[in-house]
């Protein structure tokens, strides 16, 4: 049996950069620890949009670039990916399919006993890919470490976390 621990989009955009928040940036050691400590498989993904960003339909709808493919702003944070041991997941959109199909081949090499999610932002990125996990392994327990998590805002942070957990995610607070 192993467990997994998905670090999502702990990257300098995110943090401190175009996008970043004094929330993410306090969420930082934790998240740092979490990874260092974790007796099981760590997997990160990344946002990752090209030139054209503000063409597509994310762009119209969130007009700041962001994340851009060999960008610093893509880049995940120093301290985190020195943690890193396999190819981060780059995802173009909020949730990533590509994710699931992990997940789906790591249960069938070796049972997942849980799943937890750390990273930002909880309201757009994490909870996407929460959802995800519960639709390609409904019956492995998918967990939230909500402190090693930041969203947009304070409040989405927490409409997210509740949101989760109606959907049967563990909130640990």
């Not at 998905?6 to 993410?24: H, P, S």
């Not at 399919?97 to 309201?123: A, P, R």
Request: aromatic share 6%; charged share 25%; with cysteine.
């Amino acid at each position: 049996m192993q467990d997994i621990l998905i670090v999502v989009d702990m990257q300098n955009d995110f943090i401190d950069g175009a996008l970043g928040t004094k929330e993410a940036v306090a969420i930082v050691p934790y998240v740092k620890e979490k990874i260092a400590s974790f007796e099981g498989k760590v997997l990160f993904t990344r946002d990752t949009h090209e030139e054209n960003y503000m063409e597509t339909q994310e762009g119209r709808n969130l007009p700041v670039p962001h994340c851009i493919r060999g960008s610093h702003g893509w880049e995940i944070r120093e301290e985190l990916d020195a943690l890193r041991k396999s190819d981060a997941i780059d995802k173009v959109t909020f949730g990533s399919c590509e994710l699931g199909g992990i997940l789906s081949d790591l249960n069938e090499e070796e049972n997942i006993g849980s799943i937890t999610f750390v990273g930002l932002c909880t309201d757009i990125c994490v909870i996407s890919n929460v959802m995800i996990a519960k639709a390609f392994l409904p019956e492995v327990p998918v967990i939230v470490d909500a402190k090693g998590c930041a969203g947009v805002s304070v409040e989405s942070h927490e409409n997210a976390l509740r949101a989760m957990e109606v959907c049967q995610v563990k909130v640990l607070r």
